[in-house]
Every structure is written in C-alpha cells, then in structure tokens.
C-alpha cells in the first residue's frame, strides 16, 4: 500500500515527474522490464552473427560474347552500346567496361542502398528489352548477367590434398564434387564452388596420312561424331493396353564406343574412328593450378606437416539472413561425418577459412568488453553512492542494453563489430540518465523531509529537463552520421541508430524503471538515520575533501585568478601536445584501426602472355618465402585463377581474374591470441620479403590485408576524361 502523496509537491510536475509518478507504484514497470529482459534475450539467441556488417551492395557483371572480334571491334558495336543500355538504368551509379578479344564485360554498379531485387529487374529489363541494340547478325552471342552482393563472399573455405601420391588430381576432383553434393543439403548453404582441378577429356588425335588413304576430311569426321553422340524422343508405341516411349539414338559412354564408331565406307567396308585416329581418355589440360602449402607454425594446428601438394578448394556461401557461425559449424560438422564414407583416408581436408568461427570469436570478445563496461560503470557508483544506488543503475543498464538488443535486431542489423562497438561506445552515455536520476533521489532522500513516494517524483522532475535535453543533444550530435553517403554509410549506420535508439530508451527506463525499483530498495531504509551519518557519511562524503581541495582555488574570485590562468593554460598546452603528436607522425591518424586477421593475400600479376606454368613458377618461389615466416600455418596457391573471395575481392571483382598470368596466394596465420605480432605488421614484413623475389622475376606483387572497414576499388582510384 502506498503512502498519501501530498498533492502540494505535485501540483507543478513537469512531463518527467508525471512518468516517475505514474510508474512508482504500479505493478505493469516489473513487468515490461521483464518483458524488455525476455526480448534482449531472444535478440540475442536470433540474430544473426557475422563479422562485417551486412552492406546492400549491388552490383552485376555483365557478359556479351562476340566469338572472333578483337578488342577494338567488341569495343565499337557491343560495349558502346551496351554502356548506353546501362546508364540509361535508374538507380546506376557506376559502369566499368573491359573490351577483350571476343568478350565484352561491363560491371553495373547501383547505389549503395538500391534494393538488390529491384534493381537487378531494371537490369534485365533494360538488356533484354534492347537487345536490337546489339549486332547479332555478325554473331554477338546474348548478354549473360551475373549479379554480385555481399553474401556472395565464402564464409568457409575447405581444402582438399593428399600426401599419398598415387592420388590424383582427379581423385581429388570426384571427391570435391561428392563433397559440393552433399554440402548442399546443409540447411543455409548457397553457392558451394570447386577451385582447381581438370576434368576428364576424350582426346581424338587425328592421323592425315590415314584419313587422306581412306578419302576422309575433317567435317566427315565431326558429321559423324554429331550424329552418333545424340538422342532424341521419338513418340510412344501402345502395345498390350501399354504405352512406351520411344528413344532414338544414345550418347557415347564409353572410350570404346567412340573408337569402334563407323565414320565412313572405303571399298565397301567400313571405317572405324579408331583407323584414322588414336582415342584416349585422360585430364584435360589444366587452366588453373591449385597447391596447398605448409608454413613454420604449422605444427600448431597440423601434426609434422610440411611441404606442398596439389590441391582442390571448396568455398562456401550462405544465404541472405542466416547467421554464418551456424551454417559454418554445420559445414565443418557434415564434413566429418563423411569421413571414411565419401572422404577416403588418404585425402584430408583442411578448412582454409571459417568467417563464422571469427564472427562467434568477434561477437564473444564484444559481449566481454560490454559485460567489463557494465560492470566498471555499476562499482563505480558502488563507491561513490552506495550499494543499492549500484544495484538501481545496473539493473536500469541491463534492461536498456537488453531492449536496445531487440531494437536492433528489429532495424534489421546483425551481431558485428561495428553494431556491438555501438552499444560499447555508448555504454557511457545510457549510463548517465539512471545515474543522474538515482543521485537526485539519493540527494532529496539525504534532507529527510518527505517520504519516497513524494521525494522521488520531485527529484526526477528537478533533473527530468535538463535529462532530456542532454539525451537530444546527443542524439543530435550522433544521427547526422547515419546520412553519410557511399559504403561508409551504411558500414557506420549501427552506430548512429543503436546509440541514438539506445539513448531514447535510457530516457524511458530513467522515467519509469529507475524510480520503481529505487522505491522498492529503499522502502524499509530509515532514512532519517541515514541523513544522521550511516550510509551518506560512508558514500556522500567520501570524496568531498579531495574535491573541495582541488576546486575551492579554482571558485575564489581574486585570489583563484592565477589559478583558473593555470588551469587554462595547462589545457591549452596538452591540446598543442596532442596535435604535436600527428605533426610530427607519433600518432597515425585513420579512419579506422588496423583489425587483426588471421589472414592476408598476395596478389600476382605477370606480364601478359605467361603461360601458366610461369606462373605457378612464380608462386612457388614466393611461397619459399613465406615459409619462414614464423606466423604463417598454412597457404594455398593459386595460378591462373583467383583465391576464395572476401568482401575486399567482392568489390575489387576478384573472382574475375582468371588468365594464365595471373595468381593469388592465401596465406593463414596463428591465432591472434598465440603470436605477439599483429597481421598489419606480418603483412609488412612479407611485403619487404618478397620484394626482392618479385622484381627478380618480373612479377607484379601486392600483399593485400583485409580492410578494417569498407573496401574500395584501389587506395587511390583516377577518373580521366576525354574527347571519344
């Protein structure tokens, strides 16, 4: 039962007053604070956790075949023209073209924030609805459009290689195609593709002295290679109340049926293919090259592994919106359950990247640091106010914390670094609201002179304006950041809402929450002793001579002059200091601090026209390299076409460097927590290591970091105008 409230000292409450007041001594603010708890926890358990913030970037590839064309006539009658199909799309924001012997790739990219769905119909729509624009009577082929966006990027990445030397590259390919099966029923998975390997060709070797003596020419032979290997439906008999159907023809299956196949008649007998060529089966010729590789710190995670052995990698992809720890996991654990059944004991399997492992390790190493936060902020009221003042504000920070969690999962935001380090960073601020709060209630409680119910509506309406004009003015100075434009913004965007949505419910749960359970605590303390010197001398107080030391100086209007002049002075003198590290470069400024991979990538390019085997050259000799690197576990190689991409490869369009003179290296560290050195100054130290390698072989090398935020393009990209 409540006390008789006077309605004296609430005739004149403000908006704050009136919540306190409504929220005192109902039985609905337990309640809705529990039902906050229940929803912080449900956010928790459903979203999604990843470790970059999820980026609507949408953009396409789009190919125009024009077999026979050199560069200069694909640029004049299909790329121009396809150019101004694209820019007439609404919403484009970039086109990027590359006219090749035979090939006409443009890249349409769309705003940033263009709805992926939308925009990509725009784009088929644009290309199909014009394609008379394209000359297709001198043989362009039709547009094929592939769309990109981020969840395109592998989340897991598993090699396979074998030391047993009697297993080929083509074992590991039948067992890399059984894996991508059987991977595609994990609940998530979406695009699982192989790198490396070479399939199987039938090779038919044409010998012109026999095909000359038994009067046969090339198009006989393809003739009747066409008409033999094809089968087609050829109706349905009804026979004995029975329908069947009928197929004509059958496919050649064998190396056998192809060589006792009749391609002619000499002299009244036939002749077999197997007269005028030689037909054999085997692996075609390889247009990529694969090799997984060992490093100094291999025995961390590998038992004596060493050396370098051809290989084949999967990579995996998740839909949009599920949480890649649990698509990863599930990966990983299928994985093992096939060993021994599609996996055979010679081959292993390695997982070269796991995003959902670092997103969990991210996401965990968050929730510590927001845990470490919550609770620095509660035992320091602990000290300075008292135990149950500590007890009031905690709990008014978890249930915020908590209804800011659902909040976000409700915008739509994921489990990440930047949307975590938003509840971090303004742990500080959702804090002050309660505390400002609890001190004014414990202030008019110290005087003694009205009961709880009456003090504590008056005590929050005395700081319930400027409260909420402090909470505005953060918002204010925290939402502009939401509006900037280009990848940053929405990379950023968690912060400005989770804090800014952050600090309206601190408000609310200030209002509502805080003063209910105040009540509760304090309801059986006698306060009239506690005014005397039990509690308020032990917490109050404390701090009272040091701060009347510091500041009595400062507030004297003579005699403190030369003080306050001081004080004035030693501020301006550290501001000069601060900006005097950045003059003279002792404090590096950036946008965002270097993360600290486990990973990193070289990127090789050598000139045009290298075969493929040059390359592979090249990449071992750099991988010698890398080997002595006492961080570096494992790496894998890849010649002629480009390692799993990241978000980085995303929007660098990775994934399009296929040609025999181009490479890439992934290489694999230690965990963080088992080297001293971070991945930025590993990456460095590889850079100088392969200086001298590269430039001895002609080869143009880039050692390529994961970006700490947004990718771009290039460090440093021109735009160069012109007459046409």
Known sequence: MSAPQDSSHHSNLGISGRIARAFLTTE??????????????????????????????????????????????????????????????????HIYSTSSPGLSTLTVRFKVGEPRTDAIVRLYNAFYANSDWLPQNLGVGQPLIKPKGIDDVPIAALTLWSKNTETTNSDLLSVARELQTQLQRVPGTRDIDIIGGADKALRILFD??????????????????????????????????????????????TTEEVADLVVGVYQGAPVFLRDVASVSLGADQPSQYVTHGFGSAADHNHKKNSGRYPAITLSIAKKPGENAVDVAEQVIARVEQLRGISVPDAIQVNVTRNYGATAEDKAQTLIKKLIFATLSVIILVLLTLGKREAIVVGAAVIVTLAITLFASWAWGFTLNRVSLFALIFSIGILVDDAIVVVENIHRHMSQGKLSLNEAIPLAVDEVGGPTILATFTVIAALLPMAFVSGLMGPYMLPIPINASTGMLISLAVAFMFTPWLYRRLFAKVNHTAA??????????????????????????????????????????????????????????LKMLPFDNKSEFQIVVDMPEGTPLENTQTVLQALADKLETIPEVTDYQLYAGTAAPINFNGLVR????????????????????????????????????????????????????????????????????????
């Open 28 to 93: 609905i603010t337990p309640l809705l604070a529990l039902t906050g708890l229940l929803l912080g926890l449900f956010a928790v358990l459903v979203t999604p956790r990843e470790e970059e913030p999820q980026i609507n970037v949408t953009f396409a590839n789009v190919f125009i075949p024009f077999p026979g064309a050199t560069p200069e006539e694909v640029e004049a009658l299909v790329t121009n023209p396809a150019e101004q199909i694209a820019s007439e799309i609404e919403g484009v924001e």
């Open 208 to 253: 012109p002295e026999r095909m000359a003596a038994f009067g046969l020419a090339l198009d006989d032979l393809r003739r009747a290679l066409g008409a033999a290997n094809r089968s087609d439906a050829a109706g349905a008999i009804v026979s004995d109340n029975r329908e069947m159907l009928v197929q004509a023809g059958d496919f050649l299956l």
């Open 531 to 588: 005014n005397s010197g039990e509690e308020t001398q032990s917490h109050s107080n404390k701090f009272l001579p040091f701060f009347t030391r510091i500041m009595n100086p400062l507030l004297k209007r003579e005699a403190g002059k030369k003080a306050r002049l001081w004080l004035l002075g030693g501020i301006l003198a550290l501001i000069t200091a601060s900006i005097g590290l950045v003059v003279v470069q002792a404090v590096m």
């Open 653 to 724: 369009q990775n994934y399009l460097r296929r040609a025999p003179h181009m490479g890439e290296i992934q290489v694999n560290l230690l965990d963080k927590n088992l080297r001293q050195r971070k991945s930025h100054e590993i990456a460095l130290a590889a850079r100088e290591l392969l200086a001298d390698t590269a430039k001895a072989m002609n080869a143009n090398v880039k050692v390529v970091e994961v970006p700490p935020g947004p990718p771009v393009l290039s460090p440093l990209v021109a735009e160069i105008y012109g007459m046409d």
